[in-house]
């Protein structure tokens, strides 16, 4: 089997998913959402300071940390479709991945957008133009 950009999308997901889930990272504020059977798992607005709302900041990390794995699995999954019918991922596409890879690099230098998917992303772009140049030669 081939690894594909798409695959390692979807490897990115699965293990962002389960280490959002482990005893690891997330662990303690997993096993509190699955207490509730992932009902309400925070106030939502209620939590908002301007509401005067305390925000429970862990809670919000963990939900987004399990989500984001969550959300890569399809676009992995769609990214996998869109190679293996045209042969190239959309160049658009490489680069608003791209930019949200790097306002995460921006926000959370010392994380997995920096040291995993950020040269993923470069990957794609160098791959995608060099396919490109192959094309015009």
């Known amino acids: 089997m081939k690894i594909t950009n798409g695959t390692v999308l979807i490897f990115f997901g699965i293990i962002h998913t389960l280490l959002g889930i482990s005893p690891f990272a997330f662990g303690k504020q997993f096993i509190g959402f699955v207490d509730t059977f992932f009902f309400k798992i925070s106030e939502g607005l209620f939590e908002f300071p301007l509401l005067n709302g305390?925000?429970?900041?862990?809670?919000?990390?963990?939900?987004?940390?399990?989500?984001?794995?969550?959300?890569?699995?399809?676009?992995?999954?769609?990214?996998?479709?869109?190679e293996k019918t045209n042969g190239q991922i959309p160049r658009n596409f490489i680069r608003t991945y791209l930019i949200i890879i790097l306002i995460g690099v921006f926000m959370i230098p010392f994380s997995g957008m920096t040291f995993l998917m950020l040269p993923h992303a470069l990957y794609m772009l160098y791959h995608r133009n060099k396919h490109l140049k192959n094309v015009a030669e």
């Open 54 to 82: 305390q925000m429970n900041y862990e809670n919000f990390a963990a939900f987004w940390f399990f989500y984001y794995g969550l959300l890569l699995i399809p676009l992995g999954i769609i990214v996998s479709y869109v």
